[in-house]
């Protein structure tokens, strides 16, 4: 009991608050990736080439500031990291790819679907049921996806190509995401990010050539953008802040990212939010926060060894 109360005080502390914000706002750097895709004129793998390309150097630098070795490595997790790069790789070719195919609130709703299987997946390895507010969360993270998906991601048969694309990606995220988990408090976020991005980068760059995709863009500006916004701070905030949170209050974090998208689908393509719409982003919001609440409850989970 004096353990759960301490772990809860942590949770509820300044520094837990903080580390909340570094969580929510790597998840909108993420929420603008698509928007960045579509404006980029390379292809859509080559963009996701060139969002961890760019990325490399940066990630070194950030990784030797923090003291993490980059090297050393035994082969069984460079084996892991590779199948988890590979997954990361795969997440994103299919998902700029569906990105181009549906609508920009398809694309992050869905491609954000393997954020139920994190929440899930939490009281699986806890070997715990929901309950009381967590129950609550759950239905507020499923009704108000739900709501969304109804009323303003359309699916077509135009779109469902797009759709397959972007769901595919959601899951090959949360294998990502649970393949390195264990990875994570052994070497560290950036160490790690970077040896994602070697093993990611040429197969990115391999599938792009055999797509046939322009890779050298001629304008750079949403390319730079999409780098620094999806790589660095989305993607390095959201790694970092996985190290102090369980699953269930990951995976509801992600779920804002198509309210966010909403918001930019409607400044920037005149996307109409109907009060429904914003009912759904209510019901996200209100799920993050129960599941923060709650969050004591759940421990973090164990390291997963290759």
């Known amino acids: ?94 998902w700029h790819i569906g990105i181009g195919m549906t609508r920009l609130g398809n694309a992050t709703l869905f491609g954000n679907a393997g954020s139920i299987i ?22 507020c993270a499923l009704g108000g996806a739900g709501i969304l998906l109804g009323r303003s991601l359309e699916i077509s048969t135009q779109t469902f190509a797009g759709d397959l694309f972007c769901l595919t990606a959601g899951v090959l995220y949360a294998v990502y995401l649970l393949t390195l988990q264990g990875e994570r408090a052994r070497f560290g976020s950036w160490s790690l990010l970077v040896w994602v991005s070697v093993f990611a980068c040429p197969f990115l760059l391999a599938l792009a050539l055999a797509l046939g995709e322009p890779v050298w863009p001629t304008d750079w500006t949403p390319i730079l953008i999409l780098f620094v916004t999806s790589q660095l701070i989305g993607q ?6 996985l190290g102090h949170f369980p699953p269930l209050v990951i995976g509801l974090a992600l779920l804002t990212q198509p309210a966010v998208a909403a918001v930019i689908g409607y400044a920037r393509f005149g996307e109409v939010l109907l009060p429904l719409d914003i009912a759904g982003m209510v019901l996200l919001g209100s799920a993050l926060v129960v599941a923060r609440a709650s969050a004591a409850r759940i421990p973090p989970q164990p390291a997963i060894r290759p």
Do not use: C, H, Y
Request: charged letters at 15%.
């Open 236 to 241: 390095g905030l959201l790694v970092f802040s």
């Open 118 to 139: 994190l929440l899930f997946w939490g009281f699986i390895m806890a070997r715990m049921l929901p309950r009381g507010l967590e129950w609550l969360a759950i239905a």
């Open 1 to 94: 009991m004096e353990k759960e109360g301490a772990s809860e005080g942590k949770l509820v502390s300044p520094k837990g608050w903080l580390l909340l914000a570094a969580l929510l706002a790597g998840n909108f750097a993420l929420a603008i990736g698509p928007w960045l895709v579509r404006e980029a004129d390379t292809g859509p793998v080559s963009a996701g080439f060139w969002r961890l390309f760019l990325a490399l150097p940066f990630l070194v630098v950030f990784a030797r500031m923090a003291g993490q070795r980059l090297t050393g490595m035994p082969r069984k997790t460079l084996v892991l990291v590779a199948i988890g790069a590979l997954a990361f790789a795969s997440d994103l070719a299919s």
